[in-house]
């Protein structure tokens, strides 16, 4: 169904979305854990937040560009991992490796995705490719996730970002209800071989009416591995010659400990709001995590990011870059490659006119005077 009027903003995709999609899909990428108190905050948090802008500045060219783990890229906002994308549109993930590739920003694939690492670093090809990550779960048959990280090793990816936030699944309403499970033509395409399919065969099945849960939340229970450790941590860096960020940090102390283990880079992220509700709000977290780092590792944040604006914000108080989930399935439903390529467009236009507007020409000019956070004093 076409839109009625232009997409001005990225509620737009949103709104169609939710016309479009069926209810399985539909509230499994848009519900949070709970009440959804700490998925509003997510968006929400970024209302709260002054930006102060700079005037008098030369401002008639504006450069977006950045870098991550050493990597160039044309912007700080990039693309986090979000599973399952066929349910969305058919090309799912290579669609969205496509879009990230057209306009040279970072993607993170899921590995609950449903088109396989392989690939998915296939449909995009090596030629001027930009940073590709690998998210990971650690398995309690740790041979399956020590095959993952060498599949992707082998296939370009650049990164691993470790979710150190899911020894279980948080409990999402709208799932139990539903009693989500995976569409039966669609598989977790990266655990395709008979053994593992047998295993993951819980998210793919339909739930009997007795069944006061949801697959997913039944798959995580059984193979995702709830001893989860920072011995975990030191095992992933020892198995994979890829750097190793962790994704799912949101305290100072914690953050400490992840720079002592010898990670690369760290998220900011609390599963888009689907773990613990009343959790803060990633971007309240954020300057927390960046003042106990003290740049000895890059700093990142996903959650919440709707407008230019928030990522000027994410930035000022401290991340190298952001990364959108909810969003891009919006696009992607919409119009699969060329969806998420429009919507990029539209929030990196207006990160860019916030950053002209707050008298900023580089990524490297926004500072942390450039917001104020609720209770600051003004200066």
């Not at 839109?3 to 990225?10: A, G």
């Not at 450069?63 to 090309?91: E, N």
Request: hydrophobic share 45%; net charge neutral; proline share 5%.
């Amino acid at each position: 169904m076409a839109p009625k009027q232009p997409f001005v903003s990225l509620d737009d995709f949103e709104h169609y979305a939710a016309q479009n999609l069926d209810r399985n899909a539909l509230d499994y990428y848009r519900s949070g854990a709970q009440d959804m108190l700490t998925l509003r905050e997510n968006q929400r948090a970024f209302d709260r937040i002054v930006v102060r802008p700079r005037i008098l500045r030369d401002v008639s060219c504006v450069d977006t560009s950045t870098a991550v783990l050493g990597a160039a890229i044309s912007s700080p906002i990039c693309i986090a991992p979000t599973a399952m994308q066929r349910m969305a549109h058919p090309d799912g993930e290579c669609a969205t490796a496509r879009a990230a590739a057209r306009k040279q920003t970072c993607m993170v694939l899921s590995s609950w995705s449903t088109t396989s690492v392989e690939d998915v670093a296939d449909c995009v090809g090596n030629a001027a490719a930009p940073p590709r990550w690998l998210q990971l779960y650690i398995y309690k048959d740790r041979e399956a996730t020590r095959k993952l990280i060498e599949r992707a090793q082998n296939s370009g990816y650049s990164a691993i970002a470790l979710t150190v936030d899911t020894p279980f699944l948080g409990r999402r309403l709208a799932d139990m209800r539903n009693r989500f499970r995976l569409p039966p033509h669609l598989t977790m395409a990266n655990f395709a071989d008979k053994k593992t399919m047998a295993q993951v065969s819980s998210a793919v099945q339909p739930l009997s009416a007795a069944e006061n849960s949801s697959g997913l939340a039944a798959y995580v229970a059984s193979q995702i591995d709830p001893t989860l450790s920072w011995e975990h941590v030191a095992w992933v860096k020892r198995v994979s010659r890829l750097p190793v960020l962790l994704k799912g940090v949101l305290t100072a102390e914690d953050a400490e400990l992840a720079v002592q283990a010898g990670v690369d880079g760290i998220i900011v992220s609390n599963h888009g709001g689907r773990q613990i509700d009343t959790a803060p709000a990633t971007i309240d977290a954020l300057e927390e995590v960046c003042r106990a780092v003290r740049g000895r590792v890059q700093v990142f944040l996903d959650g919440g990011i709707r407008r230019g604006t928030d990522v000027l914000k994410a930035l000022a108080l401290g991340a190298t870059a952001v990364f959108l989930g909810r969003p891009v399935l919006w696009a992607l439903n919409y119009n699969g490659e060329d969806g998420v390529v429009e919507m990029l467009d539209m929030i990196n236009e207006e990160f860019r006119l916030a950053m002209a507007l707050a008298g900023c020409a580089s990524v490297a000019d926004i500072k942390r005077e450039h917001v104020r956070m609720p209770g600051q004093p003004r200066l």
